[in-house]
């Protein structure tokens, strides 16, 4: 007999993620949430793309980024295999065909990116460097700290060369740098990489060239704001990335650039208006290094979020754009092999990600890690509803009601995602799954400033709070209106991060929820612009203010100045080491609510960044969905 989901399923999700393709063989990993060790254990396994056979190559449990080498005789991968519990970085190992694997060279603070030399005798590494200090700080850059990585003022990351048989690594990069992404040419002549030299504008990065036999280093493109992945072409005199040149600023689409070796520019996605990135919201993804961009033959291939889907694409050098896969779900990574195979990940509103392969025109599913447990679980889909907003643009939402209905009113929940540019969509999401089975309906929709659509349509610079707040509130009437099955009266709202800064807003404006959750919220947009790994660029451009030139700009859009009226029991789900949104939003938006006599909850989690709810030790990931149940099931 199928049952209704609950917390402590979460573990039983597997996380298929990273696809490679060499030759006829496909790689992955596959990740187990360990709830006993409080841990994720990850390996990677092979497949045979003409019979589908599946094999575990290493063991784990802490293999990831599988990276075979061009002729497929080697595979780089990355490990913390030898390294105590409390040691940071990662290894870098490599595994030949019939042989075990070997370290060839340890990075103390992680990797970025790395690429395989044609000849497989090097690889390129984009890897952290710096000395974090233990004890006292002695800070004179910015940012203080990262989210999800601790304090970074003293640490840079650099070009790397590591030799595949000795491991003899070779600093290629020089001066202050934040080096993010490589790509070595098929003629094996250079490295393209791309590289942060701005500590103040740290989301511009330049375009380079790296000559590998006369060690000089060519600018190819400057001043683009990227955090993508770059493709080489298969002539080797053109590049290749995914970047913008910020006419919208932060609310700007991601285009497809290529740079030819003689300066050439050319945007060929300009005339597609939709976002060339995956943005669609999951809580249930595995690590992955796998590239946002591939460039086969003369087609580049990359994944645009369209509504709530993302799909994969390809473009030519001309500018046509053509849809490759798609479907009521989401391409979340992909690869493709020297026949045109494409190995990809896939994910359903009612299926978490497994690993699809697409030839011939046609897909077949190769993985089905989760089928068993799932053949066990009712879970719910979603139904689309839309709507014309009152100034006349058509907005898009979901209702995932109870897998079991009492046949009376459904309490529920409005869901309000992060960013603000990412999207609800056909992506798999444990929590909403979660609260259906207890028993809560879950209505999630794309405002004004969510990615999927026009650009014109995500770009709410200046004016968070007003048309995204108006869509919000009308989708919550339109909902009524179409799932009658919604208790008017039993309503929460609740949100993180952007999501957590739009509930705090709307419990300033209305009571008409009878609870709210606020996750790694905003609640003053001055102690955010100072505090932040991102704030003092993200709130200049997002909602145009500084501080010390026009403070009221800050403050008229700034939940907490508004809290006087706040009458909603409110649960505050913070993050200790969030450095995104730091803990002083939560802990303020509590205190004053307290101070207020409103009815208020404060959960701080040590150790947790923004990332949370995505990746936190599993032990919390629990706990957290525990509290937000609890809290509406006492309010609802």
């Keep these: 007999m199928a049952r209704t989901l609950d917390v402590e399923d979460l573990a039983n999700i597997r996380l298929v993620s990273n696809p490679a393709v060499a030759g006829s063989t496909g790689y992955f990993v596959v990740t187990r949430i360990n709830l006993e060790k409080d841990r994720y254990e990850s390996s990677i396994w092979s497949v045979d793309l003409s019979t589908g056979e599946l094999r575990a190559v290493t063991k784990g449990p802490s293999d990831t980024a599988p990276l075979p080498s061009p002729k497929g005789s080697k595979l780089a991968f990355l490990s913390r ?17 019939g042989g075990e694997p070997r370290p060839l060279a340890y990075f103390p603070l992680g990797v ?17 460097e710096g000395r974090p200090e233990d004890d006292v700080k002695h800070v004179e850059r910015l940012p203080i700290w990262i989210n999800d990585f601790g304090y970074a003022y003293n640490v840079e990351s650099h070009l790397y060369l590591v030799d595949a048989y000795s491991g003899a690594v070779v ?8 080096v993010k992404h490589v790509a070595w040419s098929p003629d094996g002549r250079y490295i393209a990489y791309t590289v942060a030299r701005d500590e103040l504008r740290p989301y511009l990065v330049d375009l380079m060239i790296y000559d590998v036999a006369s060690g000089q280093h060519k600018v190819l493109a400057s001043g683009l704001a990227s955090d993508h992945h770059v493709a080489w072409g298969p002539g080797s005199d053109a590049v290749a990335i995914i970047g913008h040149k910020m006419p919208r600023g932060f609310s700007s689409h991601n285009r497809v650039y290529v740079y030819w070796l003689d300066g050439t520019e050319r945007c060929l996605t300009c005339g597609f208006d939709r976002n060339v990135v995956n943005t669609l919201n999951s809580d249930v993804r595995g690590p992955s290094m796998a590239p946002a961009i591939r460039w086969v033959d003369g087609w580049i291939y990359f994944i ?21 896969i798609g479907g009521e779900g989401v391409v979340d990574e992909f690869a493709i092999g020297e026949d045109g195979a494409i190995l990809y990940t896939y994910m359903e509103p009612t299926a978490p990600k497994e690993l699809y392969l697409y030839m011939d025109g046609s897909s077949r599913r190769l993985t089905a890690f989760n089928d068993l447990f799932l053949s066990r679980i ?12 009152s100034d006349g643009v058509e907005v898009e939402g979901w209702a995932l009601t109870p897998p079991e209905k009492a046949g009376e009113k459904t309490p529920w929940v409005l869901y309000i995602h992060g960013g603000p540019k990412t999207a609800w969509g056909y992506s798999f999401m444990f929590e909403f799954q979660l609260l259906a089975a207890k028993g809560f309906a879950v209505v999630y929709i794309n405002p004004r400033g969510s990615d999927g659509y026009s650009e014109e ?9 007003e048309r995204d707040f108006q869509d919000l509130m009308e989708a919550v009437d339109k909902a009524l209106e179409a799932f009658p099955e919604l208790d008017r009266e039993r309503a929460a709202v609740m949100g993180g991060s952007y999501g957590g800064y739009m509930t705090n807003w709307i419990i300033t404006r209305t009571d008409r929820f009878k609870a709210a959750i606020t996750q790694r919220s905003i609640c003053d947009w001055v102690s955010m612009y100072s505090t932040t790994d991102i704030g003092w660029y993200f709130v200049e451009d997002q909602i145009c203010c500084t501080p010390w030139k026009n403070r009221e700009k800050c403050l008229e ?35 004053a609510l307290r101070l207020r006599g409103v009815e208020a909850r404060l959960v701080m989690f040590p150790g947790e960044s923004h990332e949370l709810t995505r990746k936190g030790r599993p032990k919390h990931r629990v706990e957290d969905l525990r509290e937000k149940i609890d809290w509406l099931k006492r309010h609802l």
Excluded: N
């Excluded at 600093?171 to 934040?178: M, R, Y």
């Excluded at 645009?304 to 490759?324: C, F, I, K, Q, W």
């Excluded at 349509?457 to 709070?465: L, P």
């Design 557 to 591: 859009k700034s939940p907490i100045y508004y809290v006087g009226g706040v009458k909603t029991p409110t649960l505050v789900v913070h993050s200790i080491e969030d450095y995104r949104t730091w803990l002083d939003q939560g802990i303020a938006f509590f205190t």
């Design 304 to 324: 645009a979020t369209v509504g709530g889907y993302a799909e994969l694409y390809s473009v030519d050098l001309e500018g046509r754009v053509e849809r490759v």
């Design 171 to 178: 600093k290629i990069t020089e001066g202050w740098a934040k």
């Design 81 to 97: 295999r030898g390294l105590r519990k409390r040691e940071r970085g990662v290894r870098l190992w490599v595994l030949e065909r």
């Design 378 to 389: 009712k879970l719910s889909r979603p139904q689309r509803f839309s709507f014309r907003a």
């Design 112 to 128: 970025l990116d790395m690429a395989w030399a044609p000849d497989e005798s090097k690889l390129a590494v984009a890897a952290y």
């Design 457 to 465: 349509f995500a770009d709410i610079r200046c004016k968070y709070g």
